[in-house]
């Protein structure tokens, strides 16, 4: 009797136990995805929603790590200077008053199938109606202001919750968050900064506000978190990007007119006319995001999905890499620091999947196609792209910018973007 009762308490331990255990390991769960709030699955509480990091390990992912061969100072030193000093810090733009110009209408507007007309225009361009719902995001006002109060705020605090461990999420003084990406090497760092630059001269909105940061850890910017750098081995001086922090964000899964099966997004898809308003504005940014990763070379966002489908044919059932949405359906890219100058030094590993996904489409937004025409004809996309980062960046000079040969490699995207256009139009501008 006294044997068998002490193997019941013995095995009503062992329960309580496995309890403990199995509640936090749900606690941590949680509160990870709370960092950015996604929504946990049904059934598993009310506690609010926030990413988890993926930590699934991905070939692709691992050529961020691979150094060039024989590694050149892209770019060299630009010779300007910072004239800066304290930015006013009167304006106010932190990341909880997140801008999107969409009236109450307009957000009406998106449940149901589409009444207002056809959804393309001109053969292959979206139509204004679609563009007048747009939501537009991060507005140029919007992030110049951020922009400024970001470069004087002091940073209280710098904690994992952005990805790989070398970079962290960085609490200001005032409690809004950025992102602070420090690099396996430069080169991502100067990929993430100048992909945002290149968006704006496209006219694209969806990437977060960025700035450049130089670690110095006896400045009033980064004294609080001294010990945290010291900690996490990051070099003195070093050039960081900033981007601001956006909270309450939701994953995406590619749309199925962009998946392997489908014939392409283009004017004559079956069912294009029949979708709701909501769903015909997310293919309108996906658009601009296919433009954006075809001149960028960014393979780490749809490319590396259709490159996956070798192993995994339900790839792209699930969330997109990099990418993410608001409650309000605007479409945020983030981690950029593939394109641009990593993208193109490994761009004969991936070009025939760049190809593959620019092909898929044939329907763009005229705003963005001006851009392109514009940037094609004038031939003059280095001095622009220069001009823009040098003017709104006071550490360009230190982080550096395109080599003469990655530049040639994006005027030759342009022009190949260019040509695929005139195809599209060719093809269906008789419609």
């Given at each position: 009797m006294r044997v068998a009762s002490a193997n019941?308490?013995?095995?009503?331990?062992?329960?309580?136990?496995?309890?403990?255990?199995?509640?936090?390991?749900?606690?941590?769960?949680?509160?990870?995805?709370?960092?950015?709030?996604?929504?946990?699955?049904?059934?598993?509480?009310?506690?609010?929603?926030?990413?988890s990091t993926d930590l699934s390990a991905k070939t692709f992912r691992a050529l961020l790590a691979v150094p060039a061969a024989e590694k050149?100072?892209?770019?060299?030193?630009?010779?300007?200077?910072?004239?800066?000093?304290?930015?006013?810090?009167?304006?106010?733009?932190?990341?909880r008053h997140y801008h999107m110009n969409v009236d109450n209408k307009g957000s009406a507007q998106r449940e149901g199938p589409v009444k207002l007309g056809s959804p393309v225009e001109e053969g292959i361009f979206w139509s204004e109606w679609l563009e007048d719902h747009l939501p537009v995001g991060f507005t140029e006002e919007y992030a110049r202001a951020w922009r400024e109060r970001a470069r004087g705020y002091r940073i209280v605090k710098l904690e994992p919750g952005c990805g790989r461990i070398s970079n962290q999420l960085a609490t200001f003084a005032d409690g809004t968050k950025a992102c602070v990406r420090y690099g396996i090497n430069a080169d991502q760092v100067q990929g993430e900064s100048l992909t945002y630059y290149l968006a704006s001269l496209l006219g694209i909105t969806n990437l977060p506000p960025l700035i450049l940061a130089q670690l110095n850890a006896e400045s009033e910017q980064w004294a609080?978190?001294?010990?945290?750098?010291?900690?996490?081995?990051?070099?003195?001086?070093?050039?960081?990007?900033?981007?601001?922090?956006v909270s309450n964000l939701t994953g995406v899964v590619t749309p199925a007119p962009l998946r392997q099966e489908s014939s392409g997004l283009h004017p004559l898809l079956e069912g294009l006319w029949n979708k709701t308003t909501g769903e015909l504005l997310e293919l309108v940014q996906w658009t601009d995001l296919i433009v954006l990763d075809y001149?960028?070379?960014?393979?780490?966002?749809?490319?590396?999905?259709?490159?996956?489908?070798?192993?995994?044919?339900?790839?792209?059932?699930?969330?997109?890499?990099?990418?993410?949405?608001?409650?309000?359906?605007?479409?945020?890219?983030?981690?950029?620091?593939?394109?641009?100058?990593?993208?193109?030094?490994?761009?004969?590993?991936?070009?025939?999947?760049?190809?593959?996904?620019?092909?898929?489409?044939?329907?763009?937004?005229?705003?963005?196609?001006?851009?392109?025409?514009?940037?094609?004809?004038?031939?003059?996309?280095?001095?622009?792209?220069?001009?823009?980062?040098?003017?709104?960046?006071?550490?360009?000079?230190?982080?550096?910018?395109?080599?003469?040969?990655?530049?040639?490699?994006?005027?030759?995207?342009?022009d190949r973007l260019y040509k695929h256009i005139l195809h599209c139009k060719g093809k269906y501008s008789q419609l």
């Open positions: 019941l308490l013995a095995l009503l331990f062992l329960c309580a136990c496995a309890s403990v255990f199995y509640v936090w390991s749900a606690l941590e769960t949680r509160l990870e995805r709370h960092k950015r709030r996604f929504p946990l699955p049904p059934g598993t509480g009310s506690f609010h929603p926030g990413p050149t100072r892209l770019g060299g030193r630009l010779g300007v200077h910072n004239h800066s000093g304290v930015r006013d810090q009167t304006v106010s733009a932190g990341s609080s978190v001294r010990r945290r750098i010291d900690g996490l081995q990051w070099s003195d001086r070093a050039v960081v990007s900033l981007t601001e922090w001149l960028t070379a960014n393979f780490d966002r749809l490319v590396s999905n259709l490159f996956s489908l070798q192993w995994d044919s339900r790839v792209m059932e699930r969330d997109t890499n990099n990418l993410l949405k608001t409650p309000r359906g605007q479409l945020v890219f983030i981690d950029n620091e593939a394109g641009l100058v990593h993208g193109y030094r490994v761009l004969n590993m991936w070009e025939k999947y760049h190809n593959t996904v620019l092909g898929s489409v044939c329907v763009f937004r005229k705003r963005t196609t001006q851009r392109v025409v514009e940037l094609h004809r004038r031939r003059d996309s280095r001095i622009r792209l220069l001009e823009l980062y040098r003017d709104s960046e006071p550490l360009s000079s230190e982080l550096g910018f395109l080599s003469d040969e990655h530049a040639g490699v994006l005027q030759d995207r342009i």
